[in-house]
């Protein structure tokens, strides 16, 4: 596609429940990343794939929270038993080399 | 790990007005982007500048990596040019650090 993709755009979850976001990189990038921003704040990094190198998941804030991705393509943040602190919107980037391109991000809101 | 630190906080200008964004960061980068976070929270890549002068238009950007500095330059200003303004460092972890941001507001 022409740019990375993101879906859904919002999700609103009850607390303890299950999400899933998803990223489309751009095709042909071979790194992709997860960043999630929390109300007025930066950006926090999450995770980093690259090829089929194993993931640097150094930014995952707890065990609830996972990502992976197929093919070298597609990439999936779950989220598992949502609490209100999760509230944020969860951003995904490719890259081919050094520069980094960004999807419009996912709203999560948990209830 | 690497601190990155952008100056000033907030800005308001009137429109035409030119403004000079700030990035210090405490190590050696090897990538370092600045982005343009429009209101409706979209990141848009303004530029790629490890190191160098580039131009597009009404914005220039300087990276003085043995500094480690960087600036970006918004001349004549305008209203679309409202948001936040993000400063991102790879300090050759290839994960990118942010700093927290300079909030534009231009005034018509």
Known sequence: GAGVSQSPSNKVTEKGKDVELRCDPISGHTALYWYRQSLGQGLEFLIYFQGNSAPDKSGLPSDRFSAERTGGSVSTLTIQRTQQEDSAVYLCASSYGQEAFFGQGTRLTVV | ?108
């Open chain 2, 1 to 108: 790990g690497i601190q990155v630190e952008q100056s000033p906080p907030d800005l308001i200008l009137q429109e035409g007005a030119n403004s000079t964004l700030r990035c210090n960061f405490s190590d050696s980068v090897n990538n370092l982007q600045w982005f343009h976070q429009n209101p409706w929270g979209q990141l848009i890549n303004l530029f790629y500048i490890p190191s160098g002068t580039k131009q597009n238009g009404r914005l220039s950007a300087t990276t003085v990596a043995t500094e480690r500095y960087s600036l970006l330059y918004i001349s004549s200003s305008q209203t679309t040019d409202s948001g936040v303004y993000f400063c991102a460092v790879d300090p050759g972890t290839y994960k990118y650090i942010f700093g927290t941001g300079t909030r534009l507001k231009v005034l018509a």
